[in-house]
Nanobody, 115 residues
Framework: QVQLVESGGGLVQAGGSLRLSCVASGIIFSLNHMTWYRQAPGKQRELVARITSIGSTNYADSVKGRFTISRDNAKNTVYLQMNSLKPEDTAVYYC?????????WGQGTQVTVSS
């Protein structure tokens, strides 16, 4: 059974930092591309940051220079370091694992940034 479990969300003031973690089980983690998405109330889910199985990364323009995605294959974990948080970063953040035609989602973790 595949599980992606996110953690690290919470309430933070604007300008603050959070680090999200997503621990995967039931997949060969190192072979999966890992992506963080987010969904704010009333908005569509959007890609935040992605790291491929070989470590290439890409980011949404809105988070470039503030967020950093990384992975630790030994721990089956992907991270999202979020700095200089803004109120518009408030959303539920989801972890996604993808390999070939298979994709899996976590349950999400809430990030709330107060102004």
């Amino acid at each position: 059974q595949v599980q992606l479990v996110e953690s690290g969300g919470g309430l933070v003031q604007a300008g603050g930092s959070l680090r999200l973690s997503c621990v995967a089980s039931g997949i060969i983690f190192s072979l999966n591309h890992m992506t963080w998405y987010r969904q704010a109330p009333g908005k569509q889910r959007e890609l935040v940051a992605r790291i491929t199985s070989i470590g290439s990364t890409n980011y949404a323009d809105s988070v470039k220079g503030r967020f950093t995605i990384s992975r630790d294959n030994a721990k089956n974990t992907v991270y999202l370091q979020m700095n200089s948080l803004k109120p518009e970063d408030t959303a539920v953040y989801y972890c996604n694992a993808e390999r070939s035609a298979r994709t899996y989602w976590g349950q999400g973790t809430q990030v709330t940034v107060s102004s």
